[in-house]
């Protein structure tokens, strides 16, 4: 008994230490224009490690918001940004700061969102990560029937494919089959539509919104044409109003802003 009863709390213990280790961590962004609150995501250990690290070292300890754009992102926390002269050119980050994206499926572009940039994908095809800076997303709010068209309009090359090899091909005899024998035309018909569908989810480049992103993009708002391009790591949930102050900020051809908006300190709990 006495044997069952430790492996027993040895068991809980286990998965409390579990539990505890995969919480999300809390972060603090001040901004010389205000504060920003949020957590770190639990399933992107390697961004939020890098993140943490050098938030802790106070790598971003006064930086600047180095690339602004309204209704689509603030970036910031560059090393080149730290005492930059007024008007120059910054934000290039750091090649040698590049970790493997860790991009989730259950993360996307809403507002909020702290992901890390990179490099294009001609001179960085496995899409890593500098973690030498990071974005937040401001986005737009988008019209449920926006996000129809954009499904439409990306969806439809594919479908138009899968259908020419799926269906066209047969289409006189299922014309006659659906006179003949209904059950049958409609079975063949389901069949059709889920290889059309296996296709059009299989291919890149298809765009299907899950309900959580048309709840998102359609409320708070976001930039749905990132998802699957950056790894997102982490989302503010108090202070998205600094998101909108930073983005409206008058800026020069470089999308730097005119006045200097610096992160004073991160800190992650």
Same mark, same amino acid.
């Given at each position: +008994?006495?044997?069952?009863?430790? $492996?027993?709390?040895?068991? /809980?213990?286990?998965?409390?230490?579990?539990? $505890?280790?995969?919480?999300?961590?809390? !972060?603090?962004?001040?901004?010389?224009?205000?504060? +920003?609150?949020?957590? $770190?995501?639990?399933?992107?250990?390697?961004?939020?490690?890098?993140?943490?690290? &050098?938030?802790?070292?106070?790598?971003?300890?006064?930086? *600047?918001?180095?690339?602004?754009?309204?209704?689509?992102?603030?970036?910031?926390?560059?090393?080149?940004?730290?005492?930059?002269?007024?008007?120059? &050119?910054?934000?290039?980050? @750091?090649?040698?700061?590049?970790?493997l994206?860790?991009?989730?499926?259950?993360?996307?572009?809403?507002?909020?969102?702290?992901?890390?940039? &990179?490099?294009?994908? @001609?001179?960085?095809?496995?899409?890593?990560? @500098?973690?030498?800076?990071?974005?937040?997303?401001?986005?737009?709010?988008? &019209?449920?029937?926006?996000?129809?068209?954009?499904?439409?309009?990306?969806?439809?090359?594919?479908?138009? =494919?899968?259908?020419?090899?799926?269906?066209?091909?047969?289409?006189?005899?299922? @014309?006659?089959?659906?006179?003949?024998?209904? !059950?049958?035309?409609?079975?063949?018909?389901?069949?059709?539509?889920?290889?059309?569908?296996?296709?059009?989810?299989?291919?890149?480049?298809? *765009?299907?919104?899950?309900?959580?992103?048309?709840?998102?993009?359609?409320?708070?708002?976001?930039?749905?044409?990132? %998802?699957?391009?950056?790894?997102?790591?982490?989302?503010?949930?108090?202070?998205?109003?600094?998101?909108?102050l930073?983005?409206?900020?008058p800026?020069?051809?470089?999308?730097?802003?005119?006045? %200097? /908006? =610096?992160?004073?300190?991160?800190?992650?709990?």
């Open positions: +008994m006495r044997k069952e009863f430790l $492996l027993s709390i040895a068991c /809980i213990t286990v998965s409390f230490s579990a539990n $505890l280790f995969a919480q999300e961590k809390q !972060v603090t962004i001040e901004t010389s224009v205000g504060t +920003m609150n949020g957590i $770190l995501y639990d399933d992107v250990p390697n961004h939020v490690r890098a993140f943490t690290q &050098r938030a802790t070292k106070g790598d971003f300890n006064n930086t *600047l918001f180095t690339r602004v754009i309204q209704e689509f992102m603030i970036q910031g926390g560059a090393p080149d940004s730290k005492n930059a002269p007024a008007g120059a &050119r910054i934000g290039f980050g @750091d090649r040698n700061a590049e970790i994206p860790e991009m989730q499926p259950n993360h996307f572009h809403k507002k909020g969102v702290i992901a890390a940039p &990179r490099q294009n994908d @001609d001179i960085n095809p496995q899409k890593k990560s @500098d973690t030498s800076q990071f974005f937040i997303v401001q986005g737009k709010v988008y &019209r449920p029937g926006e996000l129809d068209t954009l499904q439409l309009i990306a969806n439809v090359p594919i479908r138009r =494919k899968a259908m020419n090899e799926f269906y066209h091909p047969y289409k006189q005899e299922m @014309d006659s089959l659906k006179e003949a024998d209904p !059950v049958a035309y409609n079975n063949w018909a389901k069949e059709v539509n889920m290889k059309v569908d296996s296709v059009l989810r299989a291919t890149p480049g298809h *765009l299907i919104f899950s309900e959580e992103q048309k709840e998102a993009y359609t409320t708070i708002g976001g930039s749905h044409h990132l %998802d699957g391009e950056y790894t997102i790591f982490g989302e503010i949930t108090e202070g998205l109003e600094i998101i909108d930073i983005a409206n900020q800026k020069d051809a470089y999308n730097r802003p005119k006045k %200097d /908006i =610096k992160i004073i300190r991160i800190t992650v709990k």
